[in-house]
């Protein structure tokens, strides 16, 4: 995997340059004009009555919470999709490969998905999805 | 592929063949990107004229002769106009985080690119091979976590977006990055769901190998999992924030959304990092479920000779398919009115969601069936076979969502015979 690591960070440098240089170049080709009514928050014309940083809605809380339990969870799925295929990959998922071993692996990933789905039903029923 | 030492410098310490592909491979990826984002907004614009019935921007074409070409010089204009406007700070924002948002946000719109394959293979070039060896079309070749990365690099683009939202300090901007930020993370679950399904028919989290096995088989992975391509494309629509669930610029309710308090050069860096999600979102649909560079009879499998008529032939099917998709894209934006927000989350969580497990759990069972009886899958009968009960399950899908309706989709009071309101109870 060390071959791919020198393309990629080349790629992010390049990337890197690329909007760094669109920015500079504007910043050096581009008017600067300064005024007061200018500096101001764009709120549709109405004078800004307080500060943004307020408290907001919990909900946007709740769903980031759900949100990073049910990926971090999907993510676990990936190795033992990726080796289910290949049966060589299996062997290594598996302690011994008899016939019964993969069945049993498979039961295993359905529980989990099952305890995934039991948690989605849980936090739909404490209404966490609903938005009014 | 060589070792890392042979990629970085060869023996007299000039540059190695593989360092100088890289570098090839990255200027005309990140110069046709940006050129095919400038042009695709030009597209876009022709297209809605030619829907709502004007005729769009067609007067901007080679300067001082008065030859107008379509309208073909309207990106390079638009460019240059966007490089000479003033490149502003307004005095209320938090400097750096509103500095870095707009970098962030494009950089990993383009490093996606790094392993999405743009065709097969091409013969050895002169200069640029290892050794003779044929050049894969793609940046990094044979990274086997590509869509992991893919997963990765989408996520970066909700810390732009919040990011930006945030640092503006405008309420505008910082209602929607959060709008947008839960709807970017609602939307990812069924995206990795259904990329989940294509993982395990496919054996492989490398874009080529999932083209390649398509290719062997001729089963495109649309025909093998419709449910998990109607998720995927209806996913990849959200996460692209395109109409129906362009919610994070809706122009008639948050002014601009997150990016209200960007202009000039910095507004365009996150315009072309929304067109890019849209490229990517086309070149992951073609990819994972359209057959990537193949198409019966003509481009051949994947253990074919490699020539040269062949790998163009194959860039043109994928990027023939790429338009296409991208043609969807823009027909649907001019065609579908805009999700409410508690329509759009209730879509994601409460049907999307479901159906991207559903689709999982059927596509898995599937598999493990056909490896207790084809445990080589190398037969063609289970490979097609298999297809069938997927189109069921899609039916099945799609009928348990026209049932349940208004129970997961509508949010208004209802009347039963118990109250006015039964919010309180059951699911809803």
Same mark, same amino acid.
């Given at each position: 995997?060390?071959?791919?690591?020198?393309?990629?960070?080349?790629?992010?440098?390049?990337?890197?340059?690329?909007?760094?240089?669109?920015?500079?170049?504007?910043?050096?080709? &581009?008017?600067?004009?300064?005024?007061?009514?200018?500096?101001?928050?764009?709120?549709?014309?109405?004078?800004?009555?307080?500060?943004?940083?307020?408290?907001?809605?919990?909900?946007?809380?709740?769903?980031?919470?759900?949100?990073?339990?049910?990926?971090? *969870?999907?993510? =676990?799925?990936?190795?033992?999709?990726?080796?289910?295929?290949?049966?060589?990959? =299996?062997?290594?998922?598996?302690?011994?490969?008899?016939?019964?071993?993969?069945?049993?692996? +498979?039961?295993?990933?359905?529980?989990?998905?099952?305890?995934?789905?039991?948690?989605?039903?849980?936090?739909?029923?404490?209404?966490?999805?609903?938005?009014? | 592929?060589?070792?890392?030492?042979?990629?970085?410098?060869?023996?007299?310490?000039?540059?190695?063949?593989?360092?100088?592909?890289?570098?090839?491979?990255?200027?005309?990826?990140?110069?046709?990107?940006?050129?095919?984002?400038?042009?695709?907004?030009?597209? *876009?614009?022709?297209?809605?004229?030619?829907?709502?019935?004007?005729?769009?921007?067609?007067?901007?074409?080679?300067?001082?002769?008065?030859?107008?070409?379509?309208?073909?010089?309207?990106?390079?204009?638009?460019?240059?106009?966007?490089? =000479?406007? *003033?490149?502003?700070?307004?005095?209320?924002?938090?400097?750096?985080?509103?500095?870095?948002?707009?970098?962030?946000?494009?950089?990993?719109?383009?490093?996606?690119?790094?392993?999405?394959?743009?065709?097969?293979?091409?013969?050895?070039?002169?200069?640029?091979?290892?050794?003779?060896?044929?050049?894969?079309?793609?940046?990094?070749?044979?990274?086997?976590?590509?869509?992991?990365?893919?997963?990765?690099?989408?996520?970066?683009?909700?810390?732009?977006?919040?990011?930006?939202?945030?640092?503006?300090?405008?309420?505008?901007?910082?209602?929607? &990055?959060?709008?947008?930020?839960?709807?970017?993370?609602?939307?990812?679950?069924?995206?990795?769901?259904?990329?989940?399904?294509?993982?395990?028919?496919?054996?492989?989290?490398?874009?080529?190998?999932?083209?390649?096995?398509?290719?062997?088989?001729?089963?495109?992975?649309?025909?093998?999992?419709?449910?998990?391509?109607?998720?995927?494309?209806?996913?990849?629509?959200?996460?692209?924030?395109?109409?129906?669930?362009?919610?994070?610029?809706?122009?008639?309710?948050?002014?601009?959304?997150?990016?209200? *308090?960007?202009?000039?050069?910095?507004?365009?860096?996150?315009?072309?990092?929304?067109?890019?999600?849209?490229?990517?979102?086309?070149?992951?649909?073609?990819?994972?479920?359209?057959?990537?560079?193949?198409?019966?009879?003509?481009?051949?499998?994947?253990?074919?000779?490699?020539?040269?008529?062949?790998?163009?032939?194959?860039?043109?099917?994928?990027?023939? %398919?790429?338009?296409?998709?991208?043609?969807?894209?823009?027909?649907?934006?001019?065609?579908?009115?805009?999700?409410?927000?508690?329509?759009?989350?209730?879509?994601?969580? %409460?049907?999307?969601?479901?159906?991207?497990?559903?689709?999982?759990?059927?596509?898995?069972?599937?598999?493990?069936?056909?490896?207790?009886?084809?445990?080589?899958?190398?037969?063609? +009968?289970?490979?097609?076979?298999?297809?069938?009960?997927?189109?069921?399950?899609?039916?099945?899908?799609?009928?348990?969502?026209?049932?349940?309706?208004?129970?997961?989709?509508?949010?208004?009071?209802?009347?039963?015979?118990?109250?006015?309101?039964?919010?309180?109870?059951?699911?809803?």
């Amino acid at each position: 995997m060390s071959t791919a690591i020198v393309p990629l960070v080349l790629f992010v440098l390049a990337a890197t340059g690329l909007a760094v240089g669109l920015l500079t170049a504007a910043w050096l080709l &581009g008017p600067k004009r300064q005024g007061l009514t200018k500096q101001m928050p764009y709120e549709s014309g109405m004078d800004p009555i307080h500060d943004t940083r307020r408290r907001f809605d919990v909900r946007f809380h709740l769903v980031a919470i759900v949100f990073l339990l049910f990926d971090v *969870e999907l993510l =676990f799925l990936y190795p033992w999709a990726v080796a289910s295929r290949d049966a060589r990959g =299996f062997s290594l998922l598996a302690s011994q490969s008899d016939r019964f071993s993969r069945p049993l692996v +498979f039961a295993e990933v359905m529980v989990f998905v099952g305890l995934l789905t039991l948690g989605l039903v849980y936090v739909w029923r404490k209404g966490v999805f609903r938005w009014r | 592929m060589g070792s890392s030492s042979e990629l970085l410098l060869a023996a007299d310490s000039s540059l190695s063949p593989l360092l100088l592909q890289a570098i090839v491979k990255i200027v005309v990826l990140i110069g046709g990107l940006m050129t095919a984002a400038a042009y695709f907004v030009l597209l *876009e614009r022709r297209m809605a004229a030619w829907i709502q019935d004007r005729r769009g921007p067609n007067r901007v074409g080679i300067p001082l002769t008065g030859i107008r070409l379509f309208g073909l010089g309207q990106p390079l204009a638009d460019g240059v106009k966007f490089i =000479f406007k *003033e490149a502003y700070t307004p005095a209320h924002v938090d400097r750096w985080m509103y500095l870095f948002a707009p970098i962030a946000i494009l950089v990993a719109a383009l490093v996606v690119f790094a392993v999405i394959p743009v065709g097969g293979m091409v013969p050895a070039v002169p200069g640029l091979a290892d050794g003779g060896q044929p050049i894969s079309l793609v940046v990094i070749p044979g990274f086997d976590s590509g869509l992991l990365l893919v997963f990765a690099l989408s996520e970066i683009a909700v810390y732009g977006v919040l990011l930006g939202g945030w640092a503006s300090n405008n309420k505008y901007s910082f209602l929607g &990055g959060l709008r947008s930020s839960a709807q970017l993370i609602a939307y990812e679950l069924p995206l990795g769901l259904a990329i989940l399904g294509v993982v395990l028919a496919s054996g492989s989290m490398n874009l080529e190998q999932v083209i390649a096995r398509q290719a062997q088989s001729g089963l495109w992975f649309v025909l093998a999992q419709p449910l998990g391509f109607v998720v995927f494309v209806i996913a990849a629509f959200a996460e692209s924030a395109r109409v129906p669930f362009d919610l994070p610029e809706c122009e008639q309710e948050l002014v601009g959304g997150y990016h209200t *308090e960007y202009s000039g050069i910095k507004l365009l860096l996150f315009l072309v990092a929304e067109f890019l999600h849209m490229i990517t979102a086309s070149f992951l649909i073609v990819i994972l479920f359209l057959g990537g560079w193949h198409f019966w009879g003509i481009t051949g499998g994947p253990d074919a000779e490699i020539g040269w008529l062949q790998s163009l032939l194959r860039v043109a099917v994928l990027l023939g %398919k790429v338009f296409l998709v991208i043609l969807f894209f823009m027909l649907t934006r001019w065609s579908w009115p805009r999700f409410r927000f508690d329509q759009l989350m209730a879509l994601a969580w %409460k049907i999307m969601l479901p159906l991207g497990i559903a689709n999982f759990i059927v596509v898995a069972a599937l598999g493990e069936v056909r490896a207790w009886y084809d445990p080589k899958f190398a037969d063609r +009968f289970w490979e097609w076979g298999l297809a069938l009960p997927n189109w069921v399950t899609l039916v099945l899908g799609w009928l348990a969502v026209a049932y349940s309706g208004t129970l997961v989709t509508d949010n208004r009071p209802q009347r039963t015979s118990r109250g006015s309101d039964s919010h309180a109870e059951g699911f809803s």
